[in-house]
């Protein structure tokens, strides 16, 4: 069968193959995984900066450990943070790959899934620029679609979270205006793969409720 002119796929390190909707950008935070652990989970970001504000090289920047953080007064709250995603897909659909998936980035920071403590070793991270503010685009959720299939023929991903669900209290993204039900729908994922809670009806409000 031939491949779909779009489709994503991995070399043996772990980078997406070129393909002219993608770039990659190395970061330099990563590390190995622990000896005995494998991608089994993906993880859903959103992230902005400044804070709701898309478009600028920042995300890219800091992930590489080279943001002007004189370049906004909000950038000093992070001027400290050394983290980074695998991939980070833009408004536009437009992907950076920072880390290969066959490594640990450093997305998750505190969290647990399954019983299972420090998400980075067991996960790859995918950041959505956006915000919990306002939806994302649907250029996002195409290109989301096509490479969590990419990285589903790599990995044994055996179920998709929000940071929410790994580090409830902590963490909000990817946020209310994350289309779950969507991906349930578009992407491939069964339905018990997904977050339970995401996926339930959501209460109807009574006449004149929230006005």
């Known amino acids: 069968m031939a491949r779909m002119h779009h489709a994503y796929d991995l070399d043996r390190q772990g980078w997406l193959k070129p393909h002219a909707n993608v770039l990659r950008a190395l970061s330099p935070n990563q590390d190995d995984r622990p000896e005995g652990n ?6 859903l970001h959103n992230i902005s900066l400044p804070p709701q504000e898309f478009g600028g090289p920042y995300i890219r920047d800091f992930f590489q450990n080279q943001l002007d953080i004189d ?9 400290d943070l050394k983290v980074s995603a695998h991939f980070l897909i833009q408004r536009t659909g437009h992907i950076i790959q920072f880390v290969p998936t066959t490594r640990r980035a450093w997305h998750a920071g505190v969290s647990q899934f399954d019983g299972r403590e420090r998400c980075n070793d067991f996960s790859i991270g995918i950041e959505l620029e956006g915000s919990d503010f306002e939806p994302f685009t649907e250029a996002q959720y195409r290109e989301l679609s096509r490479l969590s299939r990419a990285l ?16 409830p209290g902590r963490k909000s993204d990817p946020g209310p205006f994350f289309d779950w039900k969507r991906v349930k729908r578009e992407h491939g994922w069964a339905k018990e793969t997904l977050p339970e809670q995401e996926l339930e009806p959501r ?3 009574a006449p004149g409720q929230g006005r």
């Open 38 to 43: 494998h991608p089994t989970l993906l993880v």
């Open 71 to 79: 370049a906004h007064p909000w950038f000093e709250n992070i001027r």
């Open 203 to 205: 209460p109807e409000q």
């Open 152 to 167: 589903r023929m790599r990995h044994d991903l055996r179920a998709v979270r929000g940071h929410e669900h790994i580090a």
